[in-house]
């Protein structure tokens, strides 16, 4: 919470200093080509692979194994990462080539766009070890030092504005360093904890090691399965950079208002529940195994359904609260507004998929979420050459949307035919009441806010107008699903 709530002041600070053009167009290409990859390992494959082995060694063998296991796959994380890091630094201008062959090839907006990768790309290098020393950390039950380095980010970017970007020719370089800081400012963050375990790794490359075989073999097609939703996103920043200017920033911000719920939601259940469902399958108690999917399926849809509903309905309110200041104009608002909503209905699907993932992998069964991740990459970009058509920017965010619902459907599928999970008595019931519950709340949505009103009231009374709106949202919410019967006791997991 603290690191997203952080996050939305990072992102009104750039909104209200760079605005939505052309500069921060570069920018945002430039930071989610590295971003991209780190969620491949941060919160994608690698964590995916590594941490059942982990589990494995931690449950069976002895500590020295263990810290053997440690230090060869950091050794050789760390080398591979090297020489990509190397080639994604010379190779800048035909990443962004790739990435956002819209920018014209020798246009402004391309050419600082491969200034700053290739001052953002060594975060790629810095980041993904941090994601290996978090997964350490989480397996022994440490989840709060991971999930507080990501304000090191945060407050990095803000640093970088308001004190290097007047120093500069061009100021939103300032946020390409910000990048790069932060990158070596979190690794170091996670370097106290792991020596105070005794897991400090001793780097050596061995590729050979079995712990570390297991562990490329998992990972390797894990690189696709499990981050379909980011390559869904990539293929959206694609699109747009053929669109007007201002069309990826639009996404941009959109897509960090999802982030919030995903993030604490989201993100936060498929951390905790991968270690849980690791260990129940290593030590086969097929059950709990179940019972930890249950709850965290529960707690989607719990969580998740009033959060699409908050972001759909209040989508302009919300950016001009937040953004709408300064270089961000109402129009800058009214575009972002059309692609928030559109990717607030695929919100319970984005986190579904974050919590079924690990109903595979905690198994060390990859090719499933694999095959069923090409099924929805490739729907997603049948519908977004479709939808962009008729709706611009907002058309890529919808069908990026609609292929999460794809993928997450076919992966609940997958796991219920298998036996691996068997739905606990009371869901009919439940879904009835989380439904009742979300209808009682929405009603407020209702009430008369016109999108002129937002625009003409100052921050202080935007601030004030929304923050009582959602506090009243969330109370009604909680009161009804309380009146309908929904207790603690129906999220929890009861193996």
């Not at 994604?88 to 990435?99: E, H, N, R, S």
């Not at 972001?311 to 692609?339: C, E, G, I």
């Amino acid at each position: 919470m603290i690191s997203r709530v952080l996050g939305f002041i990072r992102d009104i600070v750039i909104a209200r200093f760079f605005g939505a053009g052309e500069s921060t167009d570069a920018f945002f290409v430039a930071f989610k080509i590295p971003n991209f990859m780190r969620r491949l390992f941060a919160e994608g494959a690698f964590s995916q692979a590594f941490v059942p082995v982990l589990s494995e060694y931690k449950e069976t063998q002895s500590t020295e194994a263990l810290k053997e296991l440690i230090g060869k796959t950091a050794g050789t994380l760390a080398t591979v990462l090297f020489f990509i890091t190397l080639l994604g630094v010379i190779g800048a201008p035909i990443l962004i080539y790739m990435f956002a062959p819209g920018f014209e090839q020798e246009g402004s907006r391309h050419d600082l766009a491969v200034d700053m990768l290739r001052i953002t790309f060594p975060y790629l290098f810095f980041i993904s070890l941090t994601a290996m020393a978090g997964g350490v950390l989480n397996t022994f039950g440490k989840f709060a030092i991971p999930a507080i380095t990501p304000v090191l980010l945060n407050l990095s970017f803000l640093a970088a504005i308001f004190w290097l970007s007047p120093l500069l020719d061009e100021p939103i370089m300032a946020l390409a360093w910000g990048v790069l800081i932060a990158g070596v400012a979190q690794l170091a963050f996670q370097f106290p904890y792991l020596n105070k375990l005794g897991l400090m790794p001793k780097l050596s490359f061995d590729r050979d090691h079995a712990g570390v075989k297991k562990i490329m073999n998992l990972m390797l097609p894990a690189l696709f399965g499990v981050s379909v939703t980011q390559i869904n996103l990539l293929v959206d920043t694609l699109l747009a950079s053929f669109l007007v200017a201002g069309s990826v920033s639009w996404l941009y911000f959109s897509d960090r208002l999802v982030e919030f719920p995903l993030g604490i939601f989201g993100i936060a259940l498929a951390t905790v529940i991968l270690p849980n469902l690791s260990k129940s399958h290593a030590a086969g108690k097929t059950e709990e195994f179940s019972a930890s999917l249950d709850s965290g399926l529960r707690w989607v849809i719990f969580l998740g359904l009033p959060s699409a509903a908050g972001l759909f309905f209040l989508a302009q309110p919300m950016l001009a609260t937040l953004f709408q200041y300064d270089a961000f104009t109402t129009s800058d608002v009214d575009n972002a507004s059309l692609s928030l909503m559109a990717y607030a209905v695929g919100l319970p699907a984005f986190i579904l998929v974050k919590v079924l993932v690990p109903g595979f992998t905690s198994r060390q069964d990859i090719k499933t979420p694999v095959r069923i991740g090409i099924i929805a990459v490739v729907s997603n970009m049948v519908m977004s050459l479709i939808l962009v058509f008729f709706f611009q920017h907002a058309g890529l965010a919808l069908a990026t949307s609609l292929a999460a619902f794809i993928n997450a459907g076919l992966l609940f599928r997958a796991l219920y035919q298998t036996g691996a999970f068997k739905p606990q008595v009371g869901w009919l019931a439940f879904l009835l009441k989380v439904l009742f519950a979300n209808i009682v709340a929405g009603g407020i949505y209702f009430y008369d806010y016109t999108p002129l009103q937002w625009y003409e009231w100052g921050a202080f009374d935007r601030t004030l107008h929304l923050t009582l709106e959602i506090l009243a949202v969330l109370l009604l919410y909680v009161s009804a699903a309380f009146l309908a019967g929904i207790r603690p006791r129906h999220l929890m997991a009861k193996g």
